[in-house]
């Protein structure tokens, strides 16, 4: 990747955090990587349990998940052409209703890998109080 390329990399993550950090608690933590270059970098060294901030289009619509806690499931394409599952916790959190293929969402959650291109879950609130909030953003609503 060029040096343009990623100047305008950082530059998108920078616009990502001023977006996202605003309202209904869904800040941006020190701790979290943003962006697609984090996402990239997790997938290929092969980790999980990384705090992660990103953004991406919806590529797939798929059926929940029932099994133990109940999850909301999509599949995200990331401008740098990495797909990644979000699996959002709905016994937890209210579902992002409304999303559609093609719509853009912003998450904040936590990077788990696999070779499909990783899973990010977390993407709510912690109802212990232990972990970091997730968000999901989309259409200017924004659950957690």
């Keep these: 990747m060029g040096a343009r ?5 950082a530059v998108a993550a920078l616009l990502l955090l001023l977006a996202t950090g605003c309202g209904g608690g869904a800040t941006a933590s020190p701790s979290a990587a943003a962006g697609d270059p984090a996402l990239a970098q997790a997938f290929e060294s092969h980790a999980s349990g990384v705090e992660v901030l990103g953004s991406g289009t919806v590529v ?4 929940d998940d029932l099994e133990g806690g109940r999850h909301q499931r999509f599949i995200l394409e990331l401008a740098s052409g990495q ?3 979000i ?3 709905i ?3 209210p579902r992002l209703d409304g999303v559609e293929v093609g719509d853009g969402v912003a998450f904040r959650g936590v990077y788990e890998w696999n070779a499909q291109g990783g899973v990010v879950h977390w993407t709510h609130h912690d109802p212990s109080g232990e972990h970091p909030s997730g968000w999901l953003r989309s259409g200017g609503r924004t659950v957690q």
């Excluded at 390329?5 to 990399?9: D, Y």
């Excluded at 797939?60 to 059926?63: I, N, P, Q, T």
């Design 5 to 9: 390329s990623l100047l305008l990399v």
């Design 60 to 63: 797939r619509l798929l059926a």
């Design 83 to 85: 797909t990644v599952l």
């Design 87 to 89: 699996a959002h916790n």
């Design 91 to 93: 016994d937890v959190a």
